[in-house]
């Protein structure tokens, strides 16, 4: 089968469209033929190559993806052929101490779809049946390709990790990228008082949109810090969702309430900073780590989704054969929500 990927590790050089056998769904596992698929900024970590993650290669990129179910393993009886499904990119083994506590984000063996299995991006992937969820009517395929990541993520991130209260006041760093547009988006549903802090005055606008109450563009006689702590009017902000890192967290924390939280996904900018210490003990604040979901919170958030009080925000889409175009859109300073690929002109071209 056909697929969108890399042979070697790289840069953006390194694209290719591969050849990979047709996998076979297992006991339990499930076969999908996609229909389209969506881009994180984990695709360009596993172009790159992540130490300690090795991977077979060709790879097909991709977590996200939505398609129809093509064949069923032993033992899967509650799916037809045709069915048309959204994919959980989260592997986790149901087996470790994490899991068996239903505390499968913890799992010892997580994995995800596309980072340490062949990925979304081609005519089909196999994964367990326990990761494939009815696509709800409301959700196009596009969307469907492009919520599961992003939108599991930040529910765990503000909700369970983040523990967001109704009328806290919650920041999100950052406007464009996919987690950003729905942070906003949950950071709001759960009650928050939203601002967002963008270097773009038009990104910052765009989040108005989503439910932000202000937006706001640094500058360098109003940093970052300043700004939030007007905004809360000297209280400190309760909730951060900083994925930035080295270019925004000292400033995070220092934007913190008594007892604030900062939650932190990602370090776009850097993974190193230096921070005053005094400042979390003194307000008894925390910054807390968190990635992708369990079970249990991806059912939660894709319920909502269902309901249509949370949307995926869609930058653009591309057909699979310009998926390359595509990918480069993702480091695009423009960008603003997720990048899909259908691939309507991959199916049904073909071999198994
Ligand atoms: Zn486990």
Not at 174 to 195: C, F, I, K, M, W
């Amino acid at each position: 089968m056909r697929g969108f990927g890399f042979r070697e590790h790289g840069g953006l050089d390194r694209l290719a469209y591969v050849e990979v056998p047709t996998p076979v769904p297992g006991p339990g596992e499930v076969r999908v033929r996609l229909q389209a698929a969506a881009f994180n900024r984990l695709d360009r970590f596993v172009l790159e190559g992540m130490p300690g993650v090795p991977i077979a290669r060709p790879h097909i990129l991709g977590s996200d993806g939505a398609g129809v179910v093509d064949a069923l393993g032993e033992g899967v009886d509650d799916l037809r052929p045709g069915e048309a499904v959204l994919l959980n990119p989260g592997l986790w083994d149901g087996t470790c101490e994490a899991c068996r506590a239903g505390r499968e984000a913890l799992c010892r063996h997580y994995q995800i779809i596309g980072e340490h299995t062949q990925g979304t991006v081609g005519e089909f992937v196999v994964v367990p049946r326990r990761n494939i969820h009815r696509r709800p009517e409301r959700l196009s395929v596009s969307e469907a390709a492009a919520a599961p990541l992003v939108f599991q993520t930040v529910w765990r991130a503000l909700r369970t990790i983040g523990a967001l209260a109704a009328g806290e006041r919650v920041a999100v760093i950052g406007a464009g990228g996919g987690t950003a547009t729905a942070a906003v988006q949950v950071a709001r549903y759960l009650g928050g008082r939203v601002a967002v802090v963008s270097r773009s005055p038009e990104k910052a606008e765009r989040a108005l949109a989503l439910g932000a109450e202000a937006a706001f563009v640094p500058t360098d006689t109003r940093p970052l810090d300043r700004l939030l702590w007007e905004w809360s009017d000297r209280k400190g902000v309760d909730l951060i969702f900083d994925s930035a890192g080295t270019a925004t967290l000292p400033l995070s924390v220092r934007s913190l309430a008594r007892g604030g939280r900062v939650v932190v996904i990602g370090a776009t900018s850097g993974p190193l900073v230096e921070i005053d210490l005094r400042t979390l003990f003194w307000r008894q604040a925390s910054i807390r780590g968190s990635t992708m979901a369990s079970p249990a919170e991806f059912d939660e958030v894709l319920a909502v989704l269902a309901r249509g009080e949370l949307r995926p925000v869609l930058d653009s889409e591309w057909t699979y054969a310009r998926a390359v175009e595509a990918f480069e859109r993702l480091g695009s300073p423009e960008l603003f929500g997720k990048v899909v690929v259908t691939l309507h002109d991959l199916a049904g071209s073909g071999e198994r």
